[in-house]
């Protein structure tokens, strides 16, 4: 059967579901999204909306050839135009919403009623919210001990990603963004050997490769001023501060590569407290053997802890998002 007609059929099939309900019974609305991890992340969004008249149901866009991914979304549900009050489609933001319309992707990401996106990179970029990130160490390691300061390092790690971040938008908005890929972006947003007691010298690595990189873009693009000047005006304008850089480079590397080895020296130390108290408060050693075994036990892994970390819910970026949600409700009621 061709996928055009398939997608037809299976919208028609939800309105038609809708329709044959009983008048008391809810109202089913489909949510499609990228992969298993966002079916988690978009049920905390919408499941606020859910009351005695609807409810929504997270899935992959098939469930035939389990094929995943935003392509596969987009591809699936926005040719033909399948989607409306009955099947929406959930998105992470990538770039599309900061090259703003330059690409057709981006067109159809911003511009369907029916299509929603994170405004920040991806649903990674959520769950390493930086005011959100001791909790996380909390859950982990049962310690509540605050001694390294997450909230001033993403803010001097962003201030000196910003500027390059800048390149990075105007050169995927005009095209030249083979001579400078997200890749190679990310390879300097490494801050490399993070030190918990000593994080200076990780803000410095990415600040000199930083200036670095941006004086090899200046020679290659000498003429480029004034449209960098725009560039950096107009994703201001849609919310990208110097401050919260970090909220919208590459969410994956981000998770992996940045955010979960810092947490894992963190909660180290933290884990290694707490055995400490342990071991010198015991009287004797069944009691230290006992509450030791305990606490080992109760230990949670850090990267399980962190997709499940909601601290985002009080971001800008998260209302905004639960604002386009709120807007397509009260359009179809």
């Known amino acids: 059967m061709p996928k055009r007609l398939r997608d037809n059929i ?3 099939y939800f309105e038609a579901a809708n329709a044959l ?3 008391k019974a809810r109202h089913r609305i489909v949510a499609y999204v990228e992969s298993y991890d966002d079916i988690y992340f978009w049920r905390t969004v919408l499941s606020e909306f859910e009351n005695e008249k609807r409810y929504f149901e997270v ?3 098939s469930k035939i050839n389990l094929t995943r991914g935003k392509k596969s979304v987009l591809m699936n549900f926005l040719e033909g135009a399948p989607l409306g009050k009955d099947m929406i489609a959930c998105v992470d933001a990538d770039y599309d919403y900061l090259i703003h319309g330059r690409t057709a992707q981006s ?8 299509v929603f996106h994170t405004y920040v990179y991806a649903i990674e970029n959520f769950q390493c919210y930086a005011p959100s990130l001791h909790n996380v160490c909390v ?3 049962l310690n509540d001990h605050r001694f390294f300061d997450f909230c001033e390092y993403f803010r001097q790690f962003s201030e000196a990603l910003f500027p390059l971040f800048v390149w990075s938008i105007m050169l995927y908005r005009n095209g030249n963004y083979t001579k400078f890929s997200i890749s190679d972006f990310n390879r300097i947003a490494d801050p490399g050997g993070f030190s918990v007691q000593n994080p200076e010298p990780s803000i410095a690595n990415v600040k000199r490769k930083v200036r670095t990189k941006i004086n090899d873009l200046q020679r290659q693009f000498p003429d480029a001023k004034d449209e960098y000047l725009a560039t950096k005006e107009d994703i201001k304008a849609l919310g990208v501060t110097a401050q919260t850089t970090y909220l919208y480079i590459q969410g994956h590397h981000l998770f992996d ?3 979960s080895p810092m947490l894992s020296k963190v909660c180290n130390l933290l884990r290694q407290e707490r055995q400490n108290e342990i071991y010198h408060a015991s009287a004797h050693k069944t009691q230290k053997r006992n509450e030791m075994s305990c606490y080992e036990n109760s230990l949670q892994d850090i990267k399980v802890m962190l997709k499940k970390n909601t601290g985002y819910m009080t971001s800008e970026p998260f209302r905004r998002l639960q604002d386009d949600v709120r807007k397509y409700l009260d359009a179809d009621a």
Not at 107 to 114: K, Q
């Open 21 to 23: 309900t009983s008048k």
């Open 10 to 12: 299976n919208n028609r």
């Open 59 to 61: 899935m992959l866009p």
């Open 107 to 114: 067109r159809r990401v911003l511009d369907s009623p029916y």
């Open 257 to 259: 590569t940045v955010v």
């Open 139 to 141: 859950s982990v390691t």
